[in-house]
């Protein structure tokens, strides 16, 4: 299901450094990085996005919900209560009528999801097969997470520097530590595959999820 969401999205971007660093090595390219940060800044920015309504917001739960809601306020970002639903956890197979009759019903513009990475990309792709009208998802992760407060805060000038792991690592090591030391495994993935798709096995085969060069 993840490998069926990243090739079924309309756009992916080139969030990991490590996996840009890797592919312009590789294939002697120059994809620039485009980091979770910077687009939810770019995104914020908007003024459809911003105006009250239009946008509806997917969180992890209650208490992240609030640290993100305070965060956007600050922001100048007013967003109705009808307008944040508090995901539940899911499972291998997404299944989520109650937020299809919601988004149906109130048919915001945009959709943010900021839910954990290899969840946010499988509810994205729900979504998508699932509504009855086609909204702008935006699948954001923990960038927003980042600026709330809910996770450590990563400076603008640690994101631009390909720092942010660095920051993860140091707030929660037995957390993060282990994750990013699987990283090399994209070395022989991307040295072998390039641009094409791994091999799928079997059908319970995914992809990484620090994902390969987003080219749509």
């Not at 309309?10 to 485009?34: C, G, H, K, Y």
């Not at 969180?59 to 992240?64: I, Q, T, V, W």
Request: positive net charge; contains cysteine.
């Amino acid at each position: 299901m993840y490998r069926e969401a990243l090739t079924g999205a309309d756009m992916a971007i080139a969030d990991s450094a490590f996996m840009v660093l890797v592919w312009n090595m590789v294939a002697r390219d120059s994809i620039r990085r485009l980091s979770g940060l910077k687009y939810l800044r770019a995104l914020l920015l908007e003024q459809d996005v911003r105006h009250p309504g239009n946008t509806f917001w997917v969180m992890a739960g209650p208490a992240s919900a609030r640290k993100k809601l305070q965060w956007l306020q600050s922001e100048g970002i007013a967003v109705p209560t009808e307008c944040v639903y508090e995901a539940p956890m899911y499972g291998d197979k997404i299944e989520d009528q109650e937020l299809i009759d919601r988004l149906n019903k109130l048919r915001p513009r945009h959709v943010v999801v900021t839910i954990g990475g290899g969840t946010q990309e499988r509810l994205g792709f729900y979504l998508k097969r699932h509504l009855d009208y086609l909204p702008a998802v935006h699948c954001i992760g923990a960038a927003i997470a980042f600026l709330s407060g809910d996770q450590v805060r990563i400076p603008l000038w640690a994101d631009r520097l390909y720092l942010g792991w660095l920051f993860r690592c140091l707030s929660s090591p037995r957390r993060y530590i282990p994750r990013y030391w699987s990283a090399p495994q994209l070395i022989p993935l991307i040295w072998r595959y390039r641009d094409r798709l791994p091999i799928q096995r079997n059908a319970e085969q995914t992809l990484p999820r620090a994902g390969e060069p987003a080219r749509r």
